[in-house]
């Protein structure tokens, strides 16, 4: 599961894997595993959301 937040860490959205998430950015699967793995070694802050003009910040969430 893939969680989206705006920048003042509201929630936007959630997407159930890799694919979906890669499909609302229009990207590749590796793009969105990558900024992912960026973000939790701090390397990477936040996505643009081209859709509705905004930043974004992506979590990795717990699957049940």
């Known amino acids: 599961m893939i969680l989206m937040y705006d920048l003042e860490d ?5 997407f159930k894997n890799y694919k979906d998430c890669a499909k609302y950015f229009n990207t590749s699967i590796k793009v969105i595993h990558t900024y992912i793995c960026k973000s ?7 996505k643009r ?14 699957s049940e």
Not at 40 to 46: C, E, F, M, V
Not at 49 to 62: I, Q, S, T, Y
């Open 40 to 46: 939790q070694k701090g390397t990477r802050d936040k």
């Open 10 to 14: 509201n929630y936007i959205c959630e």
């Open 49 to 62: 959301d081209f859709k509705n003009n905004r930043w974004v910040r992506l979590f990795r969430g717990v």
